[in-house]
């Protein structure tokens, strides 16, 4: 059973960055996936990685998020710059796809960590 931690979290002013961690342990995904959910929205995809190095990015966090996987393929991490106030919200590491789409929103995972809060005020 893969396990997923994520960890990085972290109250923050508008326009500084943070670098959240997903730490995997049980297996070594082959996808991997952010996501975050604010209170009283739905969850929103941000970005995937794919082993090889293939990355897809959502057209709100293109250009500040940056998705990257360290050489032992257990640790996702997710670099966010310039944050914002509409950034604020839990953000969730998914691994093991079991189903892709044309948006990273509508990738469906198997495994999902339980999540770290970012909050960014102005």
């Known amino acids: 059973q893969l396990q997923l931690v994520e960890s990085g979290g972290d109250s923050v002013q508008t326009g500084e960055s943070l670098r959240l961690s997903c730490v995997a342990s049980?297996?070594?995904?082959?996808?991997w996936g952010w996501f975050r959910q604010a209170p009283g929205n739905e969850r929103e995809g941000l970005a995937v990685?794919?082993?090889?190095?293939?990355?897809y990015y959502s057209d709100s966090v293109k250009g500040r998020f940056t998705v990257s996987r360290d050489n032992a393929k257990t640790t996702l991490f997710l670099q966010m710059n310039n944050l914002k106030p509409a950034d604020t919200a839990t953000y969730y590491c998914?691994?093991?796809?079991?189903?892709?789409?044309?948006?990273?929103?509508?990738?469906?995972?198997?495994?999902w960590g339980q999540g770290t809060q970012v909050t960014v005020s102005s």
């Open positions: 049980g297996g070594v995904p082959y996808t």
């Open positions: 998914a691994a093991f796809a079991l189903s892709t789409g044309d948006e990273v929103g509508d990738w469906k995972f198997r495994y």
């Open positions: 990685f794919k082993d090889g190095g293939n990355t």
